[in-house]
């Protein structure tokens, strides 16, 4: 058996919690108990975004953590990283653990299930294997009648328990009152099939170079549909991630911040969330004691969730005044991920009814996600880049969005530059949010 991932930085600690937001007792106590023992003034608490395995999320908090001692070399640093069950598609891999990865590919992948994700798939949803494994047989078969793809999406709705734990579902006001069912799970499921695969093929070929773009289109009439099918299960997949991500970090990270504040006062804790867990540790505000003031900064990295979160409509509005610093969401048009997809999936989730009542949004803009094009609806929240924000600084409080796409920009589709987040210049940029330096 190989050994397991090592952590360089020290004191590191991890926290995990279960689907329902439970902390490993053992753990959790752990870390209340040694923060104290070890004289940490500032504890960086990261939570990983898509992931299928343990191991990959403490490699790559070893990644992220590596240049903090060499920035920071005088502050007294604690570490966390946040275990949570999440799960990933085989060919979403990490740039900095599949270097294979980083160079765009324009080719689509297979149908049926790799090995990888359906054994992800199960340790997902550990309840639901025999649903899980009807589906893979669905997408290995790919029958050729409209009945087919009817038992798909019921399947899809009996694996992601669509319609349950919905407040946490939800990131406005508006969809939290209604509570509906994504209509991605209701509709014509061949047609919204289609329009997955017209979205796969878009993407497949944007990525394409030169004259060779053109070789790159899917098959046309019931392939393509059993393509847009599998895209399908991969954004009903993450919708169940991302309600997972909001009810752990409301109800177990949340809560788990509010012990430290007691059993540790005088501790400074600076959140960083990826992806779904950019989601997880900004509802981790909404689950804070009344009386915990521990939280010093928030900084997303290419946050999965709506940009308009905050704004006065967003089901965490004025949630950023809990943060005694700032939060910070740094965004990246090379994120494929949020720039293509989370758009689609979360208009055929009809995550945005209400909205355009009250003139927030435009046709371009109305379902974007905070890691894609920053805060938004939220006055008096600054753009600045990168180089901007390193050179002159961020703001004491507040919500700011910060252009990292010059850093965050490796990756080939479906996600792009999603996961493409170790680099020291996001470090700083935890480590400018929180004043650990200047």
């Known amino acids: 058996m190989a050994a397991a991932p090592h952590v360089h930085v020290r004191p590191y600690w991890e926290l995990e919690f279960d689907t329902d937001g439970d902390p490993d007792p053992a753990r959790r106590d752990r870390l209340l108990r040694e923060v104290r023992e070890q004289d940490v003034h500032d504890l960086v608490v990261f939570a990983h975004g898509w992931n299928n395995e343990p191991s990959t999320a403490t490699r790559l908090y070893d990644r992220f953590y590596a240049p903090f001692p060499s920035l920071a070399p005088d502050a007294r640093i604690g570490y966390v990283g946040v275990l949570w069950p999440s799960m990933m598609f085989a060919d979403e891999p990490i740039p900095d653990f599949h270097p294979s990865a980083v160079a765009p590919s324009a080719v689509a992948p297979p149908i049926a299930l790799d090995p990888g994700t359906l054994r992800a798939l199960h340790a997902a949803f550990p309840d639901r294997g025999d649903v899980v494994d009807r589906l893979a047989a669905l997408l290995d078969e790919q029958p050729d009648d409209d009945e087919a793809f009817a038992a798909f999406g ?110 540790a006062p005088g501790v400074r804790v600076h959140l960083v969330g990826h992806s779904f867990g950019a989601r997880l540790v900004s509802f981790a ?80 803009a109305r379902w974007g996600a905070i890691g894609h094009d920053g805060v938004r609806g939220v006055p008096d ?58």
Do not use: N
């Open 154 to 263: 019921a399947l899809l709705r009996r694996l992601t328990g669509a319609g349950t734990d919905t407040e946490y579902a939800w990131d406005t006001e508006d969809e939290a009152r209604d509570g509906a069912r994504p209509a991605m799970f209701g509709q014509d499921t061949r047609a919204v099939c289609l329009e997955f695969a017209d979205t796969l093929e878009r993407t497949l070929t944007a990525a394409a170079q030169g004259p060779a773009a053109e070789s790159f289109r899917l098959p046309g009439g019931l392939v393509k549909a059993w393509h847009g099918a599998r895209e399908l299960m991969r954004q009903a997949t993450y919708y169940t991630m991302k309600r997972r991500a909001g009810k752990v970090g409301r109800a177990g990270l949340g809560a788990t911040l509010g012990r430290l504040a007691r059993e």
């Open 285 to 364: 505000l909404a689950g804070l004691p009344d009386d915990a003031a521990d939280v010093r900064s928030v900084t997303l990295l290419e946050g999965a969730f709506s940009h308009y979160a905050f704004a006065p409509r967003g089901v965490l509005h004025g949630r950023q005044h809990r943060i005694e610093g700032p939060l910070v969401a740094c965004y990246s048009h090379y994120d494929t991920a949020l720039a293509v997809w989370y758009p689609l999936a979360s208009r055929l989730a009809g995550e945005d009814r209400g909205l355009l009542d009250q003139g927030l949004l435009d046709l371009g």
């Open 381 to 438: 929240t600054p753009r600045v880049d990168l180089a901007g924000a390193l050179r002159h600084g961020l703001p004491a409080t507040g919500c700011v969005s910060v252009d990292a796409a010059q850093v965050v920009r490796r990756g080939g589709p479906p996600s792009g530059a999603h996961s493409d987040i170790c680099h020291p210049e996001l470090a700083r940029v935890v480590l400018r949010a929180g004043r650990i330096t200047d």
